[in-house]
């Protein structure tokens, strides 16, 4: 099984530094958000029921009362500029527009993220996202939102047992529904397989000892 290639190149924003002790925090969290979900750290994570456990509402392009014209043009004409975005609805809700063209691997991303940033309480504006993520002006914010993001889809925990099995990143993106590119950044960013590499090998001398 292969990605579509309109599957987003990740992660664009992880070349910024995160503050201190971000990526613990983001760990922590992503794993109560799986149990609130009742969602294993090895299993796939649903970012659908995610937002339906916060109260937030995803919808499509197919939605109505939007400008037939720019339906056209995101869905038809130039669908990668277009992936998703959180909208602000009065007095107080909110609402997640995604890219129904797109690939359900890069949908389930781009509302994963979209996700992050409503469970970091970032300072709230309309962000869209494009195939490399969010279009934001405060890119520390994207960097956070795509750690967290990542973590939700394949938590550092996952990774490493995905190492531990042997499974390649194609085998990690299909067990949970995410881009390859995606699964590589995760197998990379935690170490995985280097932690399950070091482990072989001091096995392997503890044998032969």
């Not at 290639?5 to 992503?30: I, N």
């Not at 400008?67 to 909110?94: C, K, N, Q, W």
């Not at 997640?96 to 409503?118: D, F, G, S, Y």
Request: aromatic share 6%; glycine share 6%; net charge positive.
């Amino acid at each position: 099984m292969h990605d579509h290639p309109g599957a987003p190149s990740w992660p664009r924003t992880l070349k910024l530094k995160l503050r201190r002790g971000f990526k613990k925090e983001a760990k922590e969290l992503a794993l109560e958000v799986r149990q609130e979900l009742g969602t294993a750290v090895f299993a796939p994570l649903d970012p659908y029921a995610l937002a339906k456990l916060y109260g937030i509402k995803v919808v499509d392009l197919t939605q109505p009362g939007l400008p037939a014209e720019s339906v056209r043009y995101l869905t038809e004409l130039r669908p990668h500029v277009f992936s998703g975005a959180l909208i602000p609805l009065d007095p107080s809700g909110t609402v997640i527009l995604e890219n129904h063209v797109h690939h359900p691997k890069r949908r389930r991303a781009t509302v994963a993220h979209e996700m992050a940033h409503v469970l970091l309480e970032h300072p709230f504006e309309m962000t869209l996202a494009d195939e490399h993520g969010c279009r934001s002006a405060v890119s520390e914010i994207e960097a956070e939102a795509t750690e967290l993001s990542g973590e939700l889809m394949i938590p550092a925990d996952a990774a490493r047992i995905a190492a531990f099995k042997g499974w390649s990143d194609q085998s990690v993106a299909n067990h949970f529904r995410v881009s390859v590119p995606l699964a590589r950044w995760r197998m990379n960013v935690t170490g995985a397989r280097r932690i399950a590499c070091r482990w072989r090998a001091n096995a392997g001398h503890a044998v032969a000892r």
